[in-house]
């Protein structure tokens, strides 16, 4: 069962340059969301998605653009990458309803030079 | 909104003991549901437990149970018997119908053999 996969797994980046991280996820979940973990921070949410082309911010939203064109992916992209946005991203995704926990990825790990 | 506050950023246990870890949480919803989760150093997140806010009956999982005091807003984590596997992060989180997820800072559990 792949359940959700985060590609890459590590990546470095330059201050000013754009990447986007992938997610995919094959339990037909229609929650989708991402979290980014700081030291002492916990995990902070991004932006979430209830279904294919409805997404919404979360707590830290700045600097982050996401979309959901499928129920499978839910990417982020970062347009301009700062020193600030350097931690570890987590995509999760579950079903609907307040009961159902996450089904997390694995993490990236993303510095910004 | 919805917080939740972990107050102890470290602890340590002796192997085949048992500890406690303390999450307390605030929501102005009436139907909600209580998670911990498990990151090891891998930084998997694995789902501990979960908690019905409706339910006065604390969830128990083998080694793991929890203390739900809802008028306190207290949700803490039991673990018994402790093994060295059980060393990681433990994250406290609150869900509700909003579909956000907010967690807390994590504690870091330390095994001691």
């Known amino acids: 069962n792949a359940g959700v996969t985060q590609t890459p797994k590590f990546q470095v980046l330059k201050t000013g340059q754009s990447m986007t991280l992938q997610c995919a996820q094959d339990m037909n979940h229609e929650y989708m969301s991402w979290y980014r973990q700081d030291p002492g921070m916990g995990l902070r949410l991004i932006h979430y998605?209830?279904?294919?082309?409805?997404?919404d911010q979360g707590e830290v939203p700045n600097g982050y653009n996401v979309s959901r064109s499928t129920t499978e992916d839910f990417p982020l992209r970062l347009l301009s990458a700062a020193p600030s946005q350097t931690s570890v991203y987590f995509c999760?995704?579950?079903?609907?309803?307040?009961?159902?926990?996450?089904?997390f990825g694995d993490g990236t790990r993303l510095s910004i030079l | 909104a919805q917080t939740v506050t972990q107050s102890q950023p470290e602890m340590s246990v002796q192997e085949a003991e048992t500890v406690t870890l303390s999450c307390t949480y605030d929501t102005s919803e009436s139907d909600y549901y209580l998670f911990w989760y498990k990151q090891p150093p891998s930084r998997q997140m694995i789902l501990v437990i979960r908690?019905?806010?409706?339910?006065?009956q604390n969830a128990t999982e083998n080694r793991f149970s929890v203390n739900f005091q809802k008028a306190a807003k207290s949700f803490s984590l039991k673990i018994s018997d402790s093994q060295l596997g059980d060393a990681a992060m433990y994250f406290c989180?609150?869900?509700?119908?909003?579909?956000?997820?907010?967690f807390g800072t994590g504690t870091r559990l330390k095994v001691l053999a």
């Open positions: 989180a609150v869900h509700s119908g909003t579909y956000k997820y907010i």
């Open positions: 998605s209830v279904g294919a082309g409805i997404t």
């Open positions: 999760a995704s579950s079903r609907t309803g307040a009961n159902q926990p996450q089904h």
């Open positions: 908690q019905e806010a409706y339910k006065q």
